[in-house]
């Protein structure tokens, strides 16, 4: 215990260390939070976008937050449910029935929705119910959107109606919103009227217990605390649960190429003879081959799944200068005299390697260790830049790559990369300060001012 | 190494030097032919490994059987093969699927086709291309790759020349102002290389292509290409700006870091500090008592830093559309073009292997500390 509260004490002097071991801690609390609130098969479902689960959300929607820096505000999106309000219901003859539900809303944003839609919700047997929606402007007047029958999933799209387009004069939910005496002008811009705005849906149904609801969808140029992307998806989401896929990656990867590489250098100098040519031999033959091109060439060819991929890379990692630096320090090590005596009381090979050799290398392996993960994290990333990112699952690295091909940068979409790219930026730079503070404790020798 | 032979009483010392001096050049021989044998085996266990992985252990034969399959049934699909029979048509269609096969030699195993592979890679007859060719239309591998080459080494062997001589005279002047505000602060910017250069290039086209908009996005030259040769440069200029700075960004930081590690522990050395002692000039100490003595290590970063640049860098080169060998490689690999795939681990094993052989023959003629014969006795 007075060992760890030592190291504590020592760490507290370092400002770098504190900041950035709070921010990794910080990030850490988000991962278990996102593995808890989203289970990963509902992330990897709402990630994948199927059965229109992001059928409420804008393309290409900023933060809601950047309004509170904008002089003129961007509209909000929002969803006016039918379980808001209530429904009457009343019957027509015998298997004939109407409901009728109001769909309000305070219209109040300064500026036009990008698009509005209807969703329906349907539930009968054989015959399909009709459905009759009805627009109502804040002073009262009606006007009638569609008529129809309506089957399950089906959705009326308000805002490519030609018909009402060509009423109007304007673009639908530009025309439905504004002021009518600014509307259809070619020299005036339609200015929003706000106000109490009403959907009226009135379904006739035929069957018992034969229901309709539905909801409005108006889509504002802002959405949620991180935006939307091209295919409407919820950026927080993917954000979310790019951490705890961050973290793990280069955490898994760094344990696996540091401590098998330290376990083998450990072998080798330790035994000496061809244990040692042998690993030497392989060091250099894969200080020779592409890393890079090699995991390329498996992505393309074999495999995108994470966990091949962190095997590969773990496996082309071991081998490598790191290993021979391990085993000029192991040599230092083998020829002290401890290790003299442990062999004179006749301690076991393993013994010596695990109890004696390795542990007196730790301190320099601990900063190492912590330096290479911001690698790893970003290694994830490269690879989501190439195309070759896992494809089921949400990562910064993906997210990054979509705002990248998707063009964010030309056309000005700028929260899509950035998001991506600052927690990326935190991640690696909170690691890689520890992990230099970390060198500066255990390695006094260079201790910094 | 061989037994000192017992010197009999009537050599004259003349002879012993000769003797000795023609030892010398013995042993000095024997160790450039093993390691240079050693090197070889190497790089052909390397070529070999990497062309079983572009190959994926014959896999990638089947995905190209299949894509001649459908190639082939596409060809067949024509007018003019309206009036055969479907058998007439299916002998037909065997046959052509067959000639194909044999062209690219998917009709042999592909363990015997290995080590021709091998073979011709090592002799660096890199062949013909199976899909891809150059911009000015050969299929030679040759032509392919070395069409790329000046590309790549112009923006990656500026950038790292940059990063080397940067980092090597910031570290060199920091290391004399050891512990000022300066030191401190770039010991505090270390960090900076957690993330790769493209991660940087991502935020400067953001911020001087986006918003500034004042210099391009990516790609090498303007559209349409300047006439004047100066033009033309000034185009390549303007381009090379971000990746340029994306790479510094990337790379100089933590290179600064270690070198200005490796000077400081090289100027604590006891003869550095009598040098002090006698009231030496700074600079002097410097060349003389720092410099000279690391300069093997330099050398060999130096050597290695021109080796990497060949390589270019697959991902820099994608986010900023340079058209350079990391991107053709990149390209190779989506088309299953082995060949080239292969031609480029050659070559870059190839080069660095050399440069290993000559930086080793260059240490044991210059630095008497490492010794000839045996290796693999550090």
Redesign the interface.
Known sequence: MTIVKKFLETIRRYP?AVISATIILALIAVAVYAVIAIPLPRAIYLWRGADQVWSDTPRNAQPAWTNLFRSKKLPETFVVRVDDVDGTVEQLGDAMWRETTLLTFDYKESAFPREMNVFFDVEFETREPQVTITWISPDGSERRLFRGNVRPGQRYAISQDKTLQRALGELPHVGLLADPETTGQEDVDPEVWKGEYALKVEALTFEEGSTVSGRLVVYGDVYGIAGTDHLRRDLAVGLLWGTPIALMFGLLATIGTTILGFVIAAFGTWFGGWV??II??IT???????F???L???G???SRSIWVMLAVIIALSIFTAALKAYRAMF?QVKNSPYIEAARAYGASNSRIIFRYLIPKIIPVLIPNFV?GI??FV?LE??LS??GLGDPTLPTWGKI?TNA?QGGA??R?Y?YW??EP?IL??IT??S???L??ALDRVFNPR?R?? | MAEQPARTPEETPEKTVTRGLSRTVGKFARYTAVRGIALLITVAIGVYISIWIANMGGYVDKIRKAQIAEAVGIQFRGPQFRDMTPSERRILMEEQKEREYKRLGLDKPFLGRSFSYLANALTLSLGRTERMTSDTGSRQVRAVLLERLPTTLVLFGTANLLTFFGSLFISLFLSRRYGSFLDRAAVALAPMSAAPPWFYGIFLILIFASIAGILPYGGMLDAPPPETTLGYALSVLKHMVLPLIAWMLGTLAIAVYARRTFFLIHSSEDYVELAKAKGLRSNTIERRYILRPTLPTIITQFALTLVFAWQGAIITETVFQWPGLGRLLWQAIGLFEVPVIIGSVVIFAYLLALSVFLLDILYAMIDPRVKLGAEGQS
């Open positions: 770098t040692d040519q030497q031999r250099e033959v894969n200080l020779m081959l592409p890079l091109p090699i390329i060439m498996v393309t060819f074999y040599m330096i911001p690698q970003f990333a490269s830049v190439l990054l990248y940068l030309y000005g700028y990369v950035l790219a990326l930026m690696g730079l690691f890689s300060m992990g230099f260079l910094g001012i």
